[in-house]
């Protein structure tokens, strides 16, 4: 293996949301099945500074990572095809670079020059894609965001024309993914937007190295070879990435193409390993012919956008796999949820998921969910805002207090079952001061949760500012809610579950984060488990 790394570099072109994420989630998992050490970061042309203060409806779920940075949500594909974590470093956006850059300005480290886009921002861009080659990596991937043309895209394109120039030959690729449009009147597939991006790319100094073409139909040929003599590639380089009816085929797609191979003799990197594909081959047969198949209502209010629950909805895929079951998701807005509705809404539901969340909207259309949910014994998984509305729901209709609140939507609340956490109390700025990465949790003797993990202490990941108020855990336990998981230095509840119903837990961390195609989450498979268990007493 290599003593010092070699990069890949991503671009996109023609259009946005080719799936440049899955491409290069995709690599990386071939060149880590075949023995090499690999990293995938994101470069973000916006000008926010990470995607946390974001409305999902814009890019989609925000992911947090382990070391509680708040990411594109492009990291966790990363994680769940590469079984392996990433961090602050994997996601750098253009608001990053300026603030970093603006601040050595400030702090006068530039010595009075003129601070501009050349050499200043492209040099903290080369610097960012850079600190990952100094860790444990033969392949760095760095997938740069948006669409090649973009004023915004600019300094970064910029950026790996310097960095290709220094690393010299064989040392860094660049892979063009781009669109061949189908033109249904004259069944033809078109290859002139794909050559006009690559021009684009050239006009900017950087020659791709291999074309990964989006299309609807199989490229023939003449196809291929007409792109290789307009794009500068050999055929061989032309890859198809064909629509597939799950993203987790697109490895397989790839590799059937020696798309690896490709990749490895462009980087001067040996060819002899073989792929070990096994599991997750075997995930895809099993997610591919399920024996079983539930619904799962999952309650939220951006559910016109799916992206932003992406990280649940892949927990489920995983999770179905390993019990062979299809989770089928009926989205559900909690805006339309009301006493009179919900029966009609949630009665084709197996099982139901409250989603996480902010914000007072759709608020009472959980709760009457969670309500419906508790009392006919539907399994019932809570997460974060989630877990939230059950204990409001709890405390509101079994313990009588009628104005049980939490504090984000009422803060005057004579009963604040969930309420702002200590450390919150004083935080003014919105960006980056949740609660936020990985914690530790102590999992309480005899509880189902307990039984779940297997495990005395668990790590999982949280983003949220309410907490479970510790003053009622008495009363809740008294009847029957009882804490399942709590911080081990602060005994901060971080999990409730409701011992006299079949499954009904909440939990204020986010286990979707964690779930990979490799090591589906526990706590997703006995929610599978339970759903399943209730069907077969039906
Ligand atoms: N709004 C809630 C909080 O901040 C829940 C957050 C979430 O669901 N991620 O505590």
């Not at 400030?106 to 850079?130: A, M, S, Y």
């Not at 380089?237 to 798309?259: H, K, R």
């Not at 081990?488 to 079949?502: C, S």
Request: charged share 25%.
């Amino acid at each position: 293996m290599s003593t010092s790394p070699k990069y890949i570099f991503v671009t996109g072109g023609v259009t946005s949301s080719l799936g440049k994420g899955i491409v290069a989630a995709s690599l990386g998992l071939l060149l880590k099945s075949r023995g090499f050490r690999v990293t995938i970061q994101k470069l973000d042309p916006y000008i926010n500074i990470d995607p946390g203060t974001l409305n999902p409806y814009e890019h989609g779920e925000c992911y947090v990572t382990e070391d509680g940075a708040e990411t594109d949500l492009d990291l966790g594909h990363y994680e769940r095809f590469l079984d392996a974590p990433t961090s602050q470093n994997n996601n750098v956006t253009t608001g990053k670079i300026y603030q970093t850059v603006i601040d050595k300005e400030r702090r006068g480290d530039f010595l009075g020059k003129t601070v501009q886009v050349i050499p200043h921002i492209t040099n903290e861009i080369k610097r960012r894609i850079k600190i990952l080659g100094k860790q444990d990596y033969d392949i760095i991937i760095t997938e740069i965001g948006g669409t090649v043309g973009d004023i915004e895209s600019l300094p970064y394109i910029e950026s790996v024309r310097q960095l290709r120039y220094e690393l010299g030959e064989k040392n860094s690729i660049v892979i063009h993914l781009t669109l061949l449009p189908y033109l249904a009147a004259s069944g033809e597939l078109k290859t002139k937007p794909s050559q006009h991006s690559v021009r684009q790319l050239m006009e900017s100094g950087v020659q791709a190295d291999i074309l990964v073409c989006r299309t609807e139909h199989s490229i023939e040929k003449s196809i291929r070879a007409k792109l290789a003599q307009f794009c500068n590639v050999p055929v061989s380089n032309v890859i198809e990435c064909l629509d597939a009816d799950s993203i987790y085929q697109v490895p397989l797609l790839l590799q059937a193409q020696d798309f690896d191979q490709v990749v490895l003799k462009a980087l001067n990197l040996s060819t002899d390993s073989q792929s070990e594909l096994g599991d997750w081959k075997e995930f895809l047969l099993k997610y591919e012919n399920p024996k079983n198949s539930i619904t799962i209502g999952l309650i939220g209010k951006y559910v016109s956008l799916q992206d932003s629950y992406k990280s649940i909805i892949e927990a489920f895929h995983h999770a179905g796999a390993s019990q062979e079951t299809e989770v089928k998701i009926e989205w559900i807005y909690s805006g339309d949820l009301n006493s009179n509705t919900v029966e009609e809404s949630l009665k084709k539901c197996d099982g139901i998921l409250i989603a996480p969340g902010f914000g007072d909207r759709g608020i009472d259309g959980k709760i009457v969910s969670a309500k419906y949910a508790r009392e006919n014994r539907i399994p019932t998984l809570g997460i974060c805002l989630g877990m939230q509305i059950m204990t409001i729901e709890f405390a509101r209709n079994v313990l009588r207090m009628e104005q049980a609140n939490s504090t984000e939507f009422d803060d005057k609340t004579p009963n604040p079952v969930i309420a702002l956490m200590e450390d919150q109390k004083n935080v003014v700025e919105k960006g980056g001061t949740m609660r936020l990465g990985a914690w530790s949790c102590k999992l309480v003797e005899d509880s189902t949760l307990k039984n779940i993990y297997g495990l005395d202490l668990i790590t999982e990941r949280h983003r949220h500012r309410y907490e479970f108020n510790g003053d009622y855990k008495k009363l809740f336990e008294e009847n029957s809610f009882k804490t399942s998981g709590e911080n081990p230095d602060t005994n901060l509840t971080e999990a409730l579950e409701l011992t006299t119903h079949p499954f009904y837990i909440g939990v204020q961390y986010h286990p979707e984060y964690k779930s990979t195609v490799e090591k589906p989450h526990p706590l997703f498979k006995s929610f599978i488990q339970a759903v399943l268990s209730q069907q077969n007493k039906a």
